[in-house]
């Protein structure tokens, strides 16, 4: 596996790779890697000849008072991860290749703002702003033909292919299901934040979105109401409830009586630990077709 | 030459230029080909292989009340002087080729805000916005190795250079020289709005910044003083002025004593045409190489 840590050192390595006329997929990521994020590179892997995983953990896209600076960083430990997922390359940029100039005053991408301003984007203001800034940076350093992003953040993937769609980047998304732990709970690198009680208490969050994705399935329930008892279940365990929407999954829009590709998406507190989680609904009750 | 309308039919061109390892160059315009524009098209031609105009009137970067409706529009005889100076491709998208889902609620670009606010942007709010979100959707749709704008935009010059290095684009940003009539006037689309008495006044734009940049070559002068003499000058031929400014070439910041790179930039009103020009002044008083 290779490293690169300056554009100059990425382009070295892509260029023959372009030269072959080798596919390549990136995933991008804030290192702190799990069992998730190794499910992102294999998919890579099958659908490209190259796979970049970049390592970066964007400040442009942490609130104030959130967790930038306590963010697990652990980059040996993903780099024999990295290694023994046959990632071909990791890209390790630091501040200055990101943000050459810095973040003040720069040039800036404003996410679809009906896509963006909700559920995340209504408790986390500016997130995916910083989300999609770094991201376009990143397709435009790396250039890949595939980009590979997990349904863990499925605001974030949509938020994304909007970037693509909008600004025209000639870049596939690839969006990957969320690995999850035996007890259901989605692996996130902020899960080890948590104690052996918070866990149990997050494993809940998973499980009443379930369950209430499974409600909305069977089609014979009022949405609210489906929302305000995983709400409650969620409370009932502990936890600190952001929001419980069932929206659809394409747009993230408020559902109505007849759509069908629904997802129902949650945010809450463990403690001091922010979790978020969502699962597919509607008459597929499977992996939405995005 | 070849056309294109969609991005597939742009593809389709672009893809054996790759294939073959050639060079382009992308010229951006709205069209109404004058000979500013042929002057950026000859500089393409002597940089890169191959030589793409865009021809595209963006709504984007239009005001309420300013003259998008009227701006001219003149397609077939842009593309008769486009065949005769050798360019290899024209792309002529439409609104949905750029706006796929329409402008509102699209992701954005927001120019750097420091390089934006200013001078023209401070009389034209959100028209950088919308020439970045449309440069930056070109540059992703053509990719091209070089990128040609005129000085003519300074400032536009400017805060698309800062796009490009903020948001990491492989492309070479190349400035050219403005082109004037014999009288000075610099080559403008919107020159066409004036009459004969409107083009004389027009001219005193350009020789009064003229002037003033000479004034303050010779470096003995206040600049706030260079200032008010070339509004005043201006003035007195019936110009009504929105800026006249002395200002650092390199990021449009006010000049200080030390500063030896600068630029002067005016916009003023002749008549209900809105026309801007600048012109190197400081120690060098030739282009400036930015």
Chains 1, 2 share one sequence.
């Not at 099958?46 to 970049?54: K, P």
């Not at 790396?142 to 949509?158: R, S």
């Not at 709970?185 to 997050?202: P, T």
Request: one cysteine or more.
């Amino acid at each position: 596996m290779q490293q690169a840590r300056t554009r100059e050192q990425l382009w070295s390595v892509l260029r023959p790779w372009r030269l072959a006329g080798q596919s390549t997929a990136l995933v991008p990521t804030m290192g702190n890697l799990h069992d998730g994020h190794l499910a992102l590179v294999a998919a890579a892997r099958q659908h490209a000849d190259r796979v970049i995983v970049s390592i970066y953990v964007n400040p442009a896209q942490f609130g104030a008072g959130e967790d930038f600076l306590r963010y697990p960083r652990t980059l040996e430990d993903d780099l024999q991860r990295l290694e023994a997922a046959q990632c071909d390359l990791a890209f390790l940029p630091d501040d200055r290749t990101i943000y050459p100039r810095g973040l003040d005053g720069a040039t800036q991408v404003r996410a679809a703002p009906a896509l963006a301003n909700v559920l995340e984007g209504a408790f986390r203001p500016g997130h995916f702003d910083g989300v999609v800034t770094v991201v376009a940076r990143l397709l435009n350093l790396a250039a890949p033909t595939i980009a590979v992003f997990g349904e863990k953040d499925f605001q974030q993937l949509l938020v994304i292919r909007r970037l693509v769609e909008d600004l025209g980047y000639p870049v596939r998304i690839l969006p990957v299901a969320t690995v999850r732990e035996p007890g259901g709970l989605a692996l996130s690198s902020r899960n080890q934040y948590l104690d052996h009680a918070g866990r149990v208490a997050a494993a809940e969050l998973s499980a009443a979105l379930r369950e209430a994705a499974g409600r909305i399935g069977q089609g014979k329930v009022e949405r609210r109401e489906v929302e305000r008892e995983a709400q409650e279940r969620m409370r009932r365990k502990g936890l600190r409830v952001d929001y419980v929407a069932v929206r659809r999954s394409a747009d993230l829009g408020e559902a109505q009586q007849d759509d069908r590709d629904l997802r129902v998406l949650a945010a809450a507190w463990c403690g001091a630990t922010r979790l978020i989680d969502n699962w597919p609904a509607g008459e597929t009750n499977g992996p939405a077709d995005i």
